[in-house]
Nanobody, 123 residues
Framework: QVRLVESGGGLVQSGGSLRLSCAAS????????MGWFRQAPGKEREFVAA????????YYSDSMKDRSTISRDNSKHTVYLQMDSLKSRDTAVYYC????????????????WGQGTQVTVSS
């Protein structure tokens, strides 16, 4: 298990950018694939992006693949999500999560979750 703490959320105007960070504590951070998910009010939590343990593979949701970049710095035990051209429909709580079984978009594969950071995009 790893402990995850997200930061970087906030209020941004439509078309703006945000960079989310997720700091992990615990051993063997590079053994975990990491993912970002989001949950809007009244909706289910959905996949946004994932990155493999050493950063060589990345997956994105269709809605974010052209507007976001996931990256990680294993020396800092941190994963990032750069989001550009934000739209009002991107408003949600964003969560990072750790997956010990490899990169995946499947939410049930993730065993550790952060508390989330709110992203609000104003139109």
């Amino acid at each position: 298990q790893v402990r995850l703490v997200e930061s970087g959320g906030g209020l941004v105007q439509s078309g703006g950018s945000l960079r989310l960070s997720c700091a992990a504590s615990g051993r063997s951070f590079s053994n975990y694939a990491m993912g970002w998910f989001r949950q809007a009010p009244g909706k289910e939590r959905e996949f946004v992006a994932a990155i493999s343990g050493r950063g060589g593979s990345r997956y994105y949701s269709d809605s974010m693949k052209d507007r976001s970049t996931i990256s990680r710095d294993n020396s800092k035990h941190t994963v990032y999500l750069q989001m550009d051209s934000l739209k009002s429909r991107d408003t949600a709580v964003y969560y990072c999560a750790a997956n010990p079984s490899g990169i995946s978009s499947v939410i049930t594969r993730y065993t550790s979750w952060g508390q989330g950071t709110q992203v609000t995009v104003s139109s």
